[in-house]
């Protein structure tokens, strides 16, 4: 059974970072299947992309004209807000009175860990962006007094990735304490993290405020901790190429994998950081916008914990991505010395069957990649500034003793 | 052997937070021993005074007569400056950079749990406040580039206190989780807590922040999970009535055992919460400005992890301090319906050999409260406004299904 079908009653989904890479083909998609789909988002990602004077490979429109052509094609109407969710709570709050959602999705925080390292302003940003951003949703969802599920996408990094050999559960852990008597009491706690960039450090703050809320104002929360997304488009964003998703290939927001077929198709070697040896995991932005899609149809009720789902498909280690790549378009691999403070090898085994259970058929590296090669990477290589394809984020202050390595991840 | 004697080398010494209730007696002190003290506070703690139009029992001066008298009575020089250091983090980095100091003690946080629980506004305002501060002090020492020693002020309040009859460790707990291959691997993490309120998950979530400073940075940092503080004077601020510290006994800030006293003292009721049951871990000011020395002379080294010390020196029911303070004064007991969302009845047993280990002689309740009862609480009774000692925060939204009975303390 696909995703698709399985809609059951339309809601009220108020889409907080729409204009982003995830939020706007989840926009559409959600818009797509019947649902009514309000974005709100500061356009703070492309006023980044203006510092840092870098640009989305595909030509993305701005929202004005995405909508306009979003209700051409379907007919259908997503509103937009243009409002900061950190620092605009007054009107935030406002907007949600008015709307009532019965389901907000929020992407709204900086998203990008090398971004987060740059310097001490984007350390501080980062933190004052997300931890305001995530803890404005949950006052307001509270102070409207609705009964609003919200689901949030966090990030599997914030484990670090692959601590001895575990497989990566879906947000808790059982464990054994002793007791003052000696006693041995099961617990079970949210899974420790391991957070390697001041980024992956604000969603692991994110699920003290989840818990915290949860418990003690009973909000409905599904946190879904998503691996690095690939591709581009999805079935909604094909339909015109004013829809186009964005396709970032620069050294911060460029995601390994987009950075290597962009990298390819510009006849740039394909940058492996140290040995390549670091395990990733994976999904394809069509999975994400479905994966949200089940979480909205699957929300939990007032008694359940925070709801933690994995929001990956498949895992690969990044030379063995970079060869595949190679193989596909012909380009040559250059291994690189690591900018990361991070482990030079890991193992990742992660725990994804919540969603399978649940119905999503994955798409394969196999079967999309040499799309992407084709009909993203090559079509627009002409738009590619060369000069923003190196990562120049550094992670700590080489003067400072006994920094150790660590393990960290892109997203 | 008595702390005030091991002093062994003059350090430079920032105070953050020294105008609050435990910063002002820690700086005098550590003046006193012979360090060199410079205190940055925004005076919103005075300014959260004027909002809820409460006043501190006793007279306390402006900071320009605290320091004036000090210099006289000592001869020694505190200097001060105004600075939020949330907000303004350029003038808070100049004032590092310039002073270079050896150890920042940082106790500049909104403290109050029920403030954090008045309002939206309020909660909004814990969370933005405590997570820029104290991101921004790590921010700072990383920027600076300097080799400074943090000691932040926790509270044992993160645990929520008791879980399961555990004893509440120092801060890390040993576990044993199962890898991929089914084999049993020992790990320490950070002791998993359970905030009750929005104050508390601050602190949970400076937790992090530590954790990964350290990690990444190789900070040096001391963090002391501190009990309820009761008392008023150590023996620096009794040296002269314009020295005098603060004592809160408003509903928000004033905490359990000052309340009581002042209770007593005014002829209002003893109003215990609920059945009392609730056991608190407790420390006298005079003995907090000694644990603090004894972390600014124990510091860690680049190897070490995040120190964390339990701050505390005995464990009392409620109900159990209420009779004391009514046999003590004569003062009759209330039971009152209790306004947080909280277990009624818990026990409580801390780890702290740390510091006991380390020579603090605590002063106990039974040698120091009948002294806070003449000296301050009957002293300065006539400066009460009566209308301020009811609590009256109130947790959760009522209309909302399902809330819990949670664990929760007052600081
Ligand atoms: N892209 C990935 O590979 C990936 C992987 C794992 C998790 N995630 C998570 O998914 C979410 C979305 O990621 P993305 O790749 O779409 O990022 P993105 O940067 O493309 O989109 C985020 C959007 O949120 C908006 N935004 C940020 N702060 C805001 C604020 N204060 N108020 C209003 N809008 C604000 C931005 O303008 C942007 O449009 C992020 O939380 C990210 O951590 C992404
Ligand atoms: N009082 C207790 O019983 C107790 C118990 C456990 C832990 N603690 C912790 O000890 C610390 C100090 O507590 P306290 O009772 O002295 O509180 P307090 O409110 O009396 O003092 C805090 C001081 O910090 C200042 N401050 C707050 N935010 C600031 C900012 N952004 N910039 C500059 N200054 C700022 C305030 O003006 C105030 O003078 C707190 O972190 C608290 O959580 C206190």
């Avoid at 009107?91 to 992407?107: Q, S």
């Avoid at 339909?239 to 290597?260: A, H, P, S």
């Avoid at 900018?339 to 079967?367: C, Q, W």
Wanted: net charge negative; glycine share 8%.
């Amino acid at each position: 059974m696909n995703a698709d079908n399985r809609h059951l009653e339309s809601k009220k989904i108020i889409v907080l970072g729409g204009d982003g890479f995830c939020g706007w083909p989840t926009s559409l998609h959600l818009s797509n299947v019947g649902h009514e789909v309000i974005i709100i988002d500061n356009l703070s990602r492309r006023n980044i992309d203006n510092e840092l004077e870098a640009e989305s490979l595909t030509p993305i429109q701005p929202m004005g004209t995405r909508l306009k052509v979003w209700k051409e094609i379907s007919g259908k109407e997503i509103k937009f807000y243009n409002t900061d969710i950190a620092l605009e709570y007054d009107h935030f709050l406002k907007i949600i009175n008015d709307e009532k959602p019965d389901v907000i999705v929020h992407f709204a925080e900086q998203r990008s860990a090398p971004y987060s390292m740059k310097s001490s302003k984007n350390k501080r940003y980062t933190i004052n962006n997300n931890m305001n951003a995530t803890h404005n949703v949950l006052c307001a969802m509270v102070e409207s007094g609705l009964d609003i599920h919200l689901v949030h996408l966090g990030t599997m990094g914030v484990y670090g990735y692959g601590t001895a050999g575990m497989k990566i559960p879906e947000g808790y852990l059982d464990i054994e304490v002793e007791t003052e008597a000696g006693e041995r009491v099961k617990q079970q706690i949210l899974y420790p993290t391991n957070p390697g960039s001041v980024y992956h450090m604000t969603k692991s703050q994110d699920q003290l405020l989840f818990q915290y809320y949860n418990k003690n104002d009973r909000l409905r929360i599904t946190d879904l901790h998503q691996g690095i997304v690939w591709g581009t488009n999805t079935k909604e964003t094909r339909q015109d190429e004013r829809l186009i998703n964005r396709f970032d290939y620069d050294g911060d927001y460029g995601t390994v994998l987009n950075r290597f077929l962009m990298q390819a198709a510009v006849g740039h070697p394909i940058t492996v950081h140290g040995t390549g040896g670091q395990t990733r995991a994976f999904i394809h932005i069509q999975d994400t916008v479905r994966c949200v899609q089940l979480a909205i149809e699957n929300s939990p009720s007032y008694e359940d914990k925070v709801m933690i789902f994995n929001q990956m498909t498949e895992t690969h280690r990044v030379r063995d991505l970079a060869m595949l790549v190679s193989e596909l378009t012909g380009g040559e691999i250059a291994y690189v010395s690591n900018p990361r403070n991070e482990a030079p090898e890991n193992d990742l085994h992660v725990r994804n069957d919540l969603f399978l259970s649940k119905g999503l058929e994955p798409i394969t590296l196999d079967e999309g990649l040499l799309q992407e090669v084709t009909n993203v990477a090559r079509k627009y290589a002409h738009r590619a500034d060369h000069s923003k394809i190196p990562a120049t984020s550094t992670w700590t202050k080489d003067q400072l003793p006994g920094v150790p390595k660590e393990k960290i991840t892109d997203i």
